[in-house]
C-alpha cells in the first residue's frame, strides 16, 4: 500500500503540474481540430448548462465506439427514472451525442484528469452513480467518486494482454485504483481474469454492450439519391481508414480495376479532416475522385468516393455490402466490425485487430445454414484484392458471408439486460434514498 500511495502522490503531483500548461495545451489541440473552440472550458471541468433536478446517473466513454456501446444502457437508466450525463472526449462522439441522446439527456466533455478539474466537475454534477465504459483508469477521478461514498461502476470492462502486461509492472498502484472501483463487469471470461489478477474484488461477466448497440441510422432520402447515382457498379467500402492505409487501398482499387472497369471505391477516413490529404493522393495515382464534404458525389466517371463526413457510416455500409475495417492493415488495433454485420455486411480486415480479437474471432466461425463465414482476414493488398474479387464474382458466397455475419452479433445480444441486473441493487437504493 505504500507503493500505491506513492503511486497516486506522483500522478497528483504530475497532473497538478500539467494543470498550469493546460490552456497552451488545448489551444494547440484546438488548432489540429481536436477540440471544440466553443467547449474548452468544458476540458477544465466548468459545466456548460445546470444540473437537472432528481437522480443522476454520469456515463463516460472515451470516444465514438465506447459512446455507442453506452446508448442502450442509457435508455434503460432513462426508463428506470434516472436523469442522464454522457461525457466523451472527441469531437467525434460530441457529434454522435447531439444525435443519438435520447430527451433529456445530456452531453459534456469529459474534463482532464487534474486534481482541481475533477473536484470543479464533480462538484457540479453531484452524481448519484458513474459509469465507466471499458478501460477508462483515472485516478484522481476515480479516488474523489471513492472519497464522495459515490457508487462507480465499470461496464463493458476489457482489458488486452499488451495493457496487462504494462499494468503489472505497477502491481500495487493498479490493484489501489481497481479496489476502488465497486464492481466491474468485463466483456469476456478472459478480461475478468486480467482484471481479477491486477486487483478487481468484484468482478462479473455480462458481454460486449457494442452487440446490443443499435444499427447505425441513415437518412433514407440519401441512401435513395446515391442508390440511383451508383447503379449496378461493383462497389465496396473501406470504412475508418488511418494514415498509411489509404496508399494500400488505392493500390487494392487499381488491382482491381483491372478486371472491373467500372469499379467504385468509397473511401471513409475515420478523422475526416484527411479527406483532402486522401484525395491528394488518389489524384497522384490518376484516379478521378469526389469529396463528399464539398457536396459532390459519386458519378459515372468517379473512380474513388471519399466519405470525409460525419456520422455516414450507416449510409454507406448499407450502400455497398462488403466492408474492409481499417486501422488493420496498420498496427492501430483494427475497428469495431459489429456495426457493418448488424446491417448484414460482408467483412474483410487486416492483420491487426488486437483492440477487438474476439469479436473477429467470433464473426470468424461458421455461422448460418451454409455454415459461412461472416469475416475473413487479409494481410495485404494482393490478398485483399483477391478476396475483393471473389465476393464480386460470386453473389452466392457473398450473401451467405453477409448473413453469417448478421447472425453471429445477433447471437451476443444480451449485455444490457445482464448489466441492469448487476447494478439493480443500486437502482433500488438510490431509488430508496440509500447508498
Known sequence: MILAGLGFFVWKLATRAFGV???????????RGKENPTRLYE??????????????????????????????????????????????????????????????AVHQFVPLDVPRYVKRFLNHWHPDLVIFAESEIWPNFISNIHRRNVPLILVNARLSQRSFDRWQKFPSLIASILS??????????????RLMQLGAARVLVT???????????????????????????????????????????????KILANRFANLLTIIVPRHPERGSSIQTLAQAQGLR????????????????????????????????????????????????????????????????????????????????????NGALQVNDA???????TDLFSDGAKFRAMARAAHEAVDERVGATQNIMRAIEPYIVQLHMGER
Not at 471541468?45 to 437522480?55: C, N, V, W
Not at 443522476?56 to 436523469?83: C, N, P, T, Y
Not at 494482393?382 to 475483393?388: F, K, M, W
Open 21 to 31: 500548461v493546460v490552456t497552451p495545451y488545448l489551444w494547440w489541440r484546438r488548432s
Open 43 to 104: 476540458r477544465k471541468g466548468y459545466a456548460s448548462i445546470a444540473r437537472p433536478e432528481g437522480k443522476l446517473v454520469w456515463l463516460h466513454g472515451a470516444s465514438v465506439g465506447e459512446a455507442l456501446s453506452l446508448m442502450s444502457l442509457i435508455d434503460k437508466l432513462q426508463l428506470a427514472g434516472f436523469r442522464i450525463l454522457l461525457t466523451t472526449g472527441t469531437l467525434t462522439s460530441a457529434v454522435l451525442a447531439q444525435k443519438r441522446l435520447p430527451p433529456g
Open 180 to 193: 476502488q472501483i465497486d464492481m466491474v463487469l468485463a466483456q469476456t471470461a478472459e478480461d475478468a481474469a
Open 207 to 253: 458481454g460486449n454492450l457494442k452487440f446490443d448497440a443499435p444499427a447505425p441510422p441513415v437518412a433514407r432520402e440519401a441512401l435513395a439519391e446515391l442508390t440511383g447515382l451508383v447503379g449496378v457498379r461493383p462497389l465496396w467500402v473501406a470504412a475508418s481508414t488511418h494514415p498509411g492505409e489509404d496508399e494500400i487501398l488505392l493500390n487494392v482499387h
Open 289 to 372: 475522385t469526389a469529396v463528399r464534404s464539398l457536396g459532390y458525389h459519386p458519378k459515372s466517371d468517379i473512380l474513388v468516393y471519399i466519405a470525409d463526413t460525419m456520422g455516414e457510416l450507416g449510409l454507406f455500409y448499407r450502400l455497398a455490402g462488403v466492408v474492409f475495417m481499417g486501422g488493420s492493415l496498420v498496427a492501430r488495433g483494427g475497428q469495431n466490425p459489429i456495426e457493418p454485420a448488424k446491417l448484414g455486411c460482408a467483412i474483410l480486415f487486416g492483420p491487426h485487430v488486437h483492440n477487438f480479437t474476439e469479436v473477429y474471432a467470433f464473426l470468424q466461425e461458421p455461422h448460418g445454414p451454409h455454415k459461412a
Open 382 to 388: 494482393s490478398e485483399l484484392a483477391a478476396a475483393l
